[in-house]
């Protein structure tokens, strides 16, 4: 058995990887398009501010898809025989399984309470259809598990009932 697992956003997010440049090849292929005259010489103004705006929107949403891609591989949990760690974008936290108090589930996903402290464990992306709305799952040592194998494996160690 290994010391640790890990605990990482799923393969799912893929679609965020590269992102950036599409965006930014697509942005340019507007830019030149805004500032391109037509045969007849004839400005069009309205077509040009229509595509700078294009380009500029496609500019946002390709840095967007860039930081939501690093912020990915920065949001990892790391599950030990002894603790788990939560490394986060803005923070990183290690807790023994003895002492974690309670585990609830909570309308966002589950709230980890040990000593004078808590932890919220949520999903990192949604897949959204519709009306439905389904958590991305984890990558658990290179295979794709469902959200909540996390919070279970966890209540598991802890010897602590998810609420």
């Given amino acids: 058995m290994p010391d640790s697992v890990r605990y990482r956003p799923s393969e799912a997010l893929n679609w965020l990887k590269g992102g950036f440049e599409e965006n930014l090849k697509y942005a340019s292929r507007l830019g030149k398009a805004a ?11 309205r ?15 390709g840095a967007y898809r860039e930081i939501a891609s690093v912020r990915s591989n920065t949001y990892e949990f790391v599950v030990s025989d002894e603790n788990f760690s939560a490394i986060l974008p803005n ?10 108090q ?24 949604y897949v959204v259809a519709g009306l439905a709305r389904a958590p991305i799952g984890w ?3 290179g295979h794709e598990v469902p959200f909540e194998t996390l919070v279970e494996e966890l209540s598991a160690r802890s010897g602590i009932e998810i609420e």
């Fill in 35 to 45: 500032i391109r005259e037509d045969k007849s010489g004839d400005t069009k103004l």
């Fill in 47 to 61: 077509t040009r501010v229509k595509s700078a705006g294009k380009a500029l929107l496609s500019l946002g949403l």
């Fill in 102 to 125: 309670r585990i609830t589930a909570t309308d966002d996903g589950f709230l980890v309470h040990f000593g004078q402290s808590s932890l919220l464990i949520k999903p990192y992306a």
């Fill in 91 to 100: 923070r990183s936290v290690s807790v023994q399984y003895s002492s974690v």
């Fill in 139 to 141: 990558e658990r040592d």
